[in-house]
């Protein structure tokens, strides 16, 4: 794999970010809403796909140079969404509730994230992804429309979180694509 030092900064950030940086401007619709929807529900079998054949030293490899290894990238997609899945239900039974930020790099290298047997996260994302799917697919517009305060990014509507969160999936699950793929794993 390329080092640091000899990939540009374009490199760099095609690696960081495969499919682009989230547009937090895009409308949203219904049809994008269940998009986002269909995503989630299949994210955590397209993980488990890409990922069930690796060995522990694959898992143990970043997926671009200063990055989290597959291993950390799998046991935060699981912290991050038990964190956004907490923050629907409260945002759809309390007004506007302040959510708390999590430091995301620090629980990465925190042992369970770092030496952790993948399994554990793939288990945690299958029933996490059913229940927050099942929560979401019968809410009123009035409903989507819920909010959340996130103490550093301000008022986030409940369609603009899951539709992040869809794209969030996806935004990790390419860059082990695309690490599988340069590696030819």
């Known amino acids: 794999m390329n080092t640091s030092e000899n990939m540009s900064p374009e490199e760099l950030e095609k690696l960081r970010y495969p499919i682009g940086k989230y547009d937090r401007s895009q409308p949203l619709t219904t049809a994008t ?105 019968n809410l009123t517009a009035e409903q989507w429309q819920r909010t959340f305060n996130h103490p550093e990014s301000g008022i986030t509507p409940l369609d603009l979180a899951v539709h992040l969160y869809a794209w969030h999936g996806r935004h990790h699950l390419t860059q082990i694509k695309n690490l599988r793929e340069r590696m030819d794993w």
């Open 33 to 137: 809403l269940e998009e986002a929807l269909t995503s989630l529900a299949k994210h955590p079998a397209e993980l488990r796909a890409t990922v069930v054949t690796l060995s522990d030293e694959q898992l143990d490899t970043p997926y671009r140079p200063g990055g989290w290894t597959v291993r950390q990238t799998i046991h935060h997609l699981a912290d991050s969404h038990m964190n956004a899945y907490i923050r629907c239900k409260l945002a759809l039974t309390e007004y506007n509730p302040t959510i708390k930020p999590y430091e995301e790099a620090l629980w990465s290298d925190l042992p369970d994230a770092r030496d952790g047997a993948v399994e554990m996260s793939l288990n945690l994302l299958d029933g996490l992804h059913d229940r927050w799917v099942l929560c979401l697919e």
